[in-house]
């Protein structure tokens, strides 16, 4: 969606709105944990983000990766930057192609600033001179597809300080085709505010977008300040001073200052911030605290369905989920990123060309044997296991092998349940509770336009042990509300499902459409899932030596545990689903001893291979 479309009106009840600059870390770990902090940041609810240009190499290889990762699997509208330093044209509509194909709709074309080697800025061979050259390039190439940013600057550039001049150049890009300005950052609102008057008077009405930069600490606000060389009023030197040794300090007097600054523009008609946030969230987050713009009871942040929907290329209609991958959204982007159409209906018509070879995607157990065995110790017995998702469920360990993020708030209505199910050796790796019709603007389980009404039935998927699923299946199939699916890591699916239509768990009933029904259950998308669920399951047994316990006790699991998902298809029950359960508990020490002697419950065969791709899953489910 184009940035211009996004910002909000004229009209007095539209909420101002924000967004995010980040840059590509220079190491994969940095990268690897900005995407985490990215995916926690769209939370605040930023409008779009933006990543910066990595002039030349694998830097801009790297800033056309993340730019695919943010839109694809973080769901984030994003911007991206593209420079004329050290890019000659076949860079430049590579980069645009790359663009293109994320599905990214934004470009934020700059000139940029020279090379370090450099003192002045030159252009590439068979470059562009000027960002003017660019967006008209850019325009005639791809036409509206993108929505071309320009930059602005108050306070001039590093090597042009002459405001008239800089105008003129402003007013050349936005007549070959810019569409919004994004400025440099400053610290002195008045002065922004005169420049304002400044482009309005040379006849320039697109929007524009004050970059502000929230304080961090003092070296790094006086560093960038400095860099930047943009004035910093002596009303802000004079309280940050006397503190400049105390970070925390300065973060709570930087909030007030840049907040005090961004209510002077907003009441001089800006109705957008663009935050550079230097890649970190506390100074940005504290800033959004004190505008009173960080979700809340007030200002509720909620999504457009139940999941974060990606806005990869083909993939913006996509309407309908398996819940399976409901802690795997990279996983699930990954694995159905060919297909020739998308959505294509309903999960249950795509069955041949949903999934192919799981090592194909790269999406197995992150992270280093060493690091995987400190995160989630060495368990020498099923006892070990459970107290691990135990661990998990108080919030003392925030990932498991099925789940890559914390433990959700929406999880509180059920935690005590699930620690309870857990403690007793049945292992919750996925769930969700009942919801009987909350608003859609609920600060939990809220998510579609306002004015609407949310609805779940409750679900839940865990391993059991065979001692246990006999019991458990047998109860579950003499209550006509659950339904159920289960299956081994290489056995035939079973379920006592009427019919194969997907089963909806989640919906919304919203004023003037029909209903959405986001996220489902049915057979062909679960045993995709029973692929990766023992695959990773897998993964961590290789984490230890051959011969070691945890070893044979985590493949014990995955060789002879059910993977069993349960719903409860009255909505209004919020219990029922875990009364099925009362009275099953794992005997502790009688499956203990055929761990320690090597032997398994079941066939006794640790090296059996599941099916290993999705058109061998659907041929099982169409024989179910």
């Not at 996509?318 to 819940?323: A, L, Y």
């Not at 789940?403 to 969700?432: F, H, M």
Request: proline share 6%.
């Amino acid at each position: 969606m184009h940035i211009k479309d996004l910002l909000p009106g004229k009209d007095e009840h539209d909420q101002p709105s924000f967004s995010f600059e980040y840059f590509p870390p220079k190491t994969a770990q940095g990268v690897q944990n900005l995407y985490e902090r990215m995916d926690r940041m769209y939370n605040f609810g930023p409008k779009f983000i933006d990543i910066t240009w990595g002039a030349g190499g694998r830097s801009a290889e790297l800033t056309c990766e993340m730019v695919l990762q943010a839109q694809a699997v973080y769901g984030l509208e994003t911007c991206m930057h593209l420079t004329c330093t050290d890019m000659g044209r076949e860079m430049v509509d590579d980069a645009l192609e790359k663009a293109y194909k994320a599905g990214c709709t934004n470009i934020l074309a700059l000139r940029g600033d020279p090379p370090r080697e450099q003192e002045k800025w030159t252009a590439a061979t068979d470059g562009y001179a000027y960002a003017r050259d660019l967006v008209k390039h850019i325009r005639k190439a791809y036409g509206d597809h993108f929505d071309i940013g320009v930059a602005g600057y108050p306070e001039g550039c590093d090597d042009n300080k002459d405001e008239e001049q800089l105008l003129d150049h402003l007013k050349e890009k936005v007549d070959e085709g810019a569409s919004f300005i994004v400025t440099q950052m400053f610290y002195d609102g008045d002065n922004f505010i005169r420049w304002v008057r400044k482009v309005r008077e040379r006849g320039i009405t697109i929007p524009i977008l004050p970059g502000i930069m929230p304080i961090a600490t003092y070296n790094s606000f006086l560093r960038r300040a400095k860099h930047m060389q943009c004035k910093v009023p002596q009303e802000w030197m004079d309280k940050l001073e006397p503190v400049k040794n105390d970070d925390v300090a300065v973060r709570e007097i930087g909030k007030t200052l840049v907040a005090d600054m961004c209510r002077k523009l907003l009441a001089n008609g800006i109705n957008h911030l663009h935050f550079y946030t230097m890649n970190l969230a506390q100074a940005t987050r504290m800033v959004l605290e004190e505008l009173h713009w960080a979700p809340s009871a007030a200002r509720p942040f909620t999504q457009a369905l139940p999941w974060k929907p990606s806005k990869g290329l083909g993939r913006r209609d996509e309407d309908v989920r398996p819940i399976f991958w409901r802690n795997r959204q990279k996983a699930y982007i990954m694995r159905t990123q060919d297909w020739d159409e998308f959505p294509n209906g309903r999960w249950g018509d795509s069955r041949s060309p949903a999934f192919g070879e799981l090592d194909a995607y790269g999406i197995g157990l992150t992270g280093t044997n060493e690091a995987n065995r400190k995160k989630w110790g060495e368990p020498q017995s099923y006892r070990d296991v459970a107290d691990l998702f135990c661990r998990y469920l108080s919030k003392e360990v925030d990932s498991l092998p099925w789940s890559e993020s914390p433990l959700t708030v929406e999880s509180d209505a059920i935690k005590d349940d699930l620690y309870a199910l857990n403690k007793r050796g049945i292992l919750t790796i996925n769930s969700q509770p009942a919801v009987n019709g909350v608003k859609s603007t609920h600060p939990v389980f809220g998510w579609g336009p306002t004015h609407g009404y949310v609805y779940q039935k409750s679900y839940l998927e865990v391993l059991v042990h065979p001692s246990i699923y006999e019991k458990l299946v047998d109860r579950v199939s003499k209550l006509p509300d659950l339904t159920y699916y289960a299956v081994t890591r290489t056995g035939e699916l079973e379920s006592n499902v009427p019919s194969e239509g997907p089963n909806a768990v989640t919906w919304g009933v919203f004023p003037g459409k029909e209903i959405v029904q986001p996220t489902i259950v049915e057979s062909v998308s679960f045993l995709a899932w029973r692929d990766e669920a023992f695959q990773l399951g897998m993964d961590w047994a290789k984490c230890f030596d051959a011969s070691s316990p945890s070893r044979k006790v985590v493949e014990s699991i995955m060789t002879d545990w059910h993977l069993i998902n349960i719903v409860n298809n009255d909505f209004q029950d919020q219990t029922g689903i875990f009364k099925v359960f009362e009275g099953l508990e794992l005997d502790w020490d009688a499956v203990s001893k055929p761990i320690a002697s090597g032997e398994t419950q079941s066939n006794g065969n640790h090296a059996a291979e599941p099916a290993a791709n999705g058109a061998a899953a659907a041929a099982a489910a169409a024989a179910v």
